[in-house]
């Protein structure tokens, strides 16, 4: 059996050498990852297809992915030795993280993982590894002179595009889209009226009202309501998904975001990353400490 063993001094390697079980793909102190822990990481990349992949970029994911649940079990130790337990903390952020996710995308991320079990048990380790963040790196700071310097070598990030408020109706004939637009000349109904009656698409039975919007995030077809005036109705328009008259309910102006304004955001961004190369940090020093051993036999049979 192949294996290879990290951090350890080569005479230390051979004092201690013994073979891992075929069923084990690693050893981290005393934890072992089995075989299924890492086929379970590969069929949640691939979503339970095969993986389109051979030779070097098989190899190499598998050895991504296993890296990562070396880290995990890394942390996890790291926890205990902290005393970090779940408790009601972790309660309560479950019970938010369901309410977040919604019933239909919850049960989704259930069948993904393989069951509420597995779902859970992502979330709890995912949990637990923001506690020991918080141990590690809890002491940053960004000062004023900081957040002040990022905003101005970043204002074009801060800059909020012309938006306007749309409602659209759509249909498939364009027969009905030019009856529809001389009620409207007319004045025989109103917009969300017949939206609510005709239109095809998803915000038909919200009179058609699609919020507001940039140029940046609608289909070039979209265009034409940047030229209307308030309560101005366009031409009928035809694109890949029909036939569409827009009518402009309200326009805001491109606007640049002041630094006071978005002062906080900054915040919250330059401390996530100074968190996050503050952890790495600390994870690649213990990673370096630990016992780790591979059975690159196992991993290899794996796939």
Known sequence: MKKVLLTLPLFLFFACQQSLPPEFVARVNDEYIKREELAKEIALVFEGESPDLSGESWMALKKSLLEGLIERKIILEAAKEMGIEEGEEWKQSLSLLKEGYGEQEWQEMVRRYGGEEEWQKGLKEAFIRGKVMDAVCGGIQVGEEELKRYYDEHK????????????????????????????????????????????????????????????????????????????????????????????????????????????????????????????????????????????????????
């Not at 917009?191 to 919200?206: C, N, Q």
């Not at 968190?275 to 630990?290: H, S, T, V, Y």
């Not at 051993?293 to 290899?300: Q, R």
């Open 156 to 303: 074009e990030d801060f800059r909020v595009p012309e938006r306007v408020r749309v409602r659209q109706i759509v249909v498939q004939d364009y027969r009905k889209a030019m009856k529809i637009h001389k009620l409207l000349r007319r004045k025989k109904a109103s917009f969300e009226d017949l939206a609510r009656r005709y239109s095809i698409a998803p915000e038909g039975k919200e009179g058609g009202d699609l919020g507001f919007f940039c140029r940046e995030e609608m289909p070039q077809e979209f265009e034409a309501a940047f030229s209307l005036k308030v309560g101005q109705i366009s031409r009928v328009i035809q694109s890949p998904y029909g036939y569409h008259i827009f009518k402009v309910e309200e326009k805001k102006k491109a606007t640049q975001l002041e630094f006071p304004q978005v002062k906080e955001m900054i915040r919250d961004w330059i401390l996530q990353e100074k968190r996050e190369e503050c952890f790495q940090k600390w994870l690649k020093e213990r990673k370096e400490k630990a016992h780790i051993e591979i059975n690159e036999e196992a991993l290899e049979e794996i796939g």
